[in-house]
Nanobody
Framework: QVQLVESGGGVVQAGGSLTLSCAASGSVFRLNDMAWHRQAPGEQRELVAAITRGGTTSYTGSVKGRFAISRDNAKNTVYLQMHSLKPDDTAVYYC???????????WGQGTQVTVAS
């Protein structure tokens, strides 16, 4: 059974930084693509950043240059470093694991990020 557990959310002032972590278990982590999605109130869930098992990264346009996704296969953990945060970044952030692209098969419980103006 795959489990994903996020941590690191919280309240931050606009312009500040946060780093989210997602610890995975129950899967051969290094073989899976990973991603961070987010969902703001009243909005659809969107893909924010992804990292392939080979380390290739991709980002949605609104976070390019501000967010960085990385992974530590030895720790079965994926990270999302977020800088220059804006109120529009306020959302619940979810970690996801893909067994086979393009599907995201497993999800964490989510962690709230609130950016105060």
């Amino acid at each position: 059974q795959v489990q994903l557990v996020e941590s690191g959310g919280g309240v931050v002032q606009a312009g500040g930084s946060l780093t989210l972590s997602c610890a995975a278990s129950g899967s051969v982590f290094r073989l899976n693509d990973m991603a961070w999605h987010r969902q703001a109130p009243g909005e659809q869930r969107e893909l924010v950043a992804a990292i392939t098992r080979g380390g290739t990264t991709s980002y949605t346009g609104s976070v390019k240059g501000r967010f960085a996704i990385s992974r530590d296969n030895a720790k079965n953990t994926v990270y999302l470093q977020m800088h220059s945060l804006k109120p529009d970044d306020t959302a619940v952030y979810y970690c996801a694991l893909s067994r086979q692209t393009p599907d995201w098969d497993y999800w964490g419980q989510g962690t709230q990020v609130t950016v105060a103006s």
